[in-house]
C-alpha cells in the first residue's frame, strides 16, 4: 500500500504540474505556478505549524479529525467489521509514547507523501521542458507594480542558492522581457531558461526540502516514542492477567521474608489474620507492620529505613471501598521515591468484617482498584485481592 501511495503521490504531482501548463499560449503563467507549487505548500506548513502549537486549546473542539484519520487508517489497513476504529480508540485511551508514535507516524507518512509529490511537480516541468516547447509569462493590470513585486519574490525565494548560482535568479530584464503582450510572443520562449532553472531550485528549496527535513524529524521522534514504550497501560495489564493466569500473582518460589505492610488509613486488620494469605498467594513474609495516612516529613525518613529492611518489597493494605485515588497515587509515588524502581509494590485490597476479620473484596470493587493500579503505569506493582476460601 505505501508503494503505491508513493508512485501516486508522484504522478499526482506531474498531473498538476501539466496541468498547469496553458495550452492556448503553450507557456506557463509563473505566477500561478509558484503560487501552487511552494506557496500552497507553504501554507500548508504554516498552518500545520500553527495548528501543532495551539493543539491543546483546541483539542476538544477538533475531537472528530482523530476519528476521521482513524477512519481512513482503518481503510488502509483493511481492518474489518468493528475493530476497524477499535484499535486507533485504544491507542487513544492509552495516551502515553503509544499515541506519541502513532503520531510521529502519521506525520512521517504525509511528508513522504508530500516530498514525492513535489518530486512529481520537478518531474513534470522537466518532462514538459523535454517533450514540448513551452515558455513562460505573466500578466497584470498594473505592470510596473507587478514587475516590482515579482522582482522582490524572486530574490527572496533565490536566496538560499543565489550566492552560489546568480544565473538561478530571473533578473530585471528577463521579468520584463516575459510579460504577456508587451514583447513579442516568442519572448516568453526566448527568456523561459531564465524562469525554469528558477522554478527547479524554488521547488526543491522550499517545497521539497523542508518535507523532507520534517519527515527525518518525524521518523527520528517516531523512533525515540517507540524506543520509550513501557507497555504498562491498561489494557496491557489486563491482557498480562490474561496470558498469565493464577502466575500473575505466583511471584516467588520461596517465600522472601521481610515485607514492608502499610496499613493505609487503619483498617484494624491484624497481621495473624493475613500471614497465612501473604504467605501462599504473595509468596512474601510480612516483618514491619505500619499504619499511615497521608506521610509527613518525619514519616519519610523513618519510612525510609522501614523499605531498606524489606527485601521483598511493600505491601499497602487497603480496604475496598476505601479508595482514594489522589491519596493513594501520592503514597505510590513516595514509596517509589524511596525505594526506586525495582522494588515490587503490592497493593492488597481486604474488607473488614464486622468480628475485624478479613473480607473478601466485591467484583466492582477489584474492576475498581484494577483500573486504577494499571493506570500507575509501574511494572513492579500489582494489585491482589483477599479470597476467603484461602484463608483456612
Known amino acids: 500500500v505505501g508503494w503505491v501511495v508513493m508512485v501516486g503521490m508522484v504522478l499526482a504531482g506531474i498531473g498538476v504540474m501539466t496541468g498547469l501548463l496553458d ?34 486549546r483546541f483539542s476538544r473542539g477538533l475531537g472528530f479529525v482523530p476519528e476521521c484519520l482513524g477512519w481512513l487508517a482503518g481503510k488502509l489497513g483493511k481492518a474489518g467489521g468493528g475493530g476497524r476504529l477499535e484499535w486507533w480508540r485504544n491507542v487513544r485511551a492509552d495516551g502515553g509514547r503509544a499515541w506519541a508514535a502513532l503520531g510521529w507516524n502519521l506525520l512521517r507518512l504525509s511528508q513522504a507523501g508530500a516530498v514525492m509529490f513535489s518530486a512529481g511537480l520537478m518531474a513534470g516541468l522537466l518532462g514538459c521542458l523535454w517533450f514540448m516547447e513551452v515558455g513562460f509569462f505573466w500578466e497584470s493590470t498594473t505592470p510596473e507594480w507587478m514587475a516590482k513585486r515579482i522582482d522582490e519574490v524572486c530574490g527572496f525565494l533565490s536566496a538560499p542558492w543565489s550566492w552560489v548560482l546568480p544565473g538561478w535568479r530571473p533578473d530585471a530584464g528577463t521579468i520584463a522581457g ?17 524562469w525554469y532553472r528558477f522554478l527547479f531550485a524554488a521547488i526543491f528549496f522550499w517545497a521539497l526540502l523542508p518535507r523532507l527535513a520534517l519527515w527525518g524529524f518525524a521518523l527520528w521522534r517516531e523512533r525515540r516514542a517507540l524506543g520509550g514504550m513501557d507497555f504498562q497501560a491498561k489494557r496491557h495489564g489486563k491482557l498480562w492477567r490474561e ?68 527485601p521483598a518489597g511493600v505491601v499497602l493494605l487497603a480496604e475496598g471501598w476505601a479508595l482514594s485515588p489522589p491519596r493513594m497515587t501520592a503514597l505510590h509515588r513516595q514509596i517509589r521515591g524511596l525505594a526506586g524502581a525495582e522494588v515490587m509494590i503490592y497493593f492488597l485490597v481486604v474488607n473488614a468484617g464486622d468480628d475485624g476479620g478479613p473480607m473478601g473484596v466485591k467484583a466492582e470493587e477489584q474492576g475498581i482498584w484494577r483500573d486504577f493500579v494499571d493506570g500507575l503505569r509501574d511494572a513492579a506493582a500489582e494489585v491482589f485481592f483477599y479470597e476467603e476460601e484461602e484463608a483456612a
Open 23 to 56: 495550452r492556448q499560449r503553450m507557456g506557463f503563467h509563473v505566477l500561478t505556478v509558484l503560487g501552487v507549487t511552494v506557496g500552497l505548500q507553504l501554507l500548508i506548513l504554516t498552518g500545520g505549524g500553527l495548528a501543532w502549537l495551539v493543539r491543546g
Open 178 to 194: 516575459t510579460r504577456w503582450g508587451a514583447v513579442p510572443r516568442a519572448g516568453i520562449f526566448a527568456n523561459a531558461a531564465g
Open 243 to 310: 496470558l498469565m493466569g493464577t502466575r500473575r500473582r505466583d511471584v516467588g518460589a520461596a517465600a522472601l521474608d521481610g515485607v514492608l505492610v502499610l496499613d493505609v488509613g487503619g483498617t484494624g486488620l491484624r497481621r495473624d489474620d493475613l500471614r497465612g494469605f501473604l504467605l501462599r498467594r504473595l509468596r512474601v513474609n510480612p516483618g514491619e507492620w505500619f499504619t499511615v495516612g497521608v506521610w509527613d516529613g518525619k514519616g519519610e525518613a523513618a519510612a525510609e529505613r522501614s523499605i531498606g529492611n524489606a
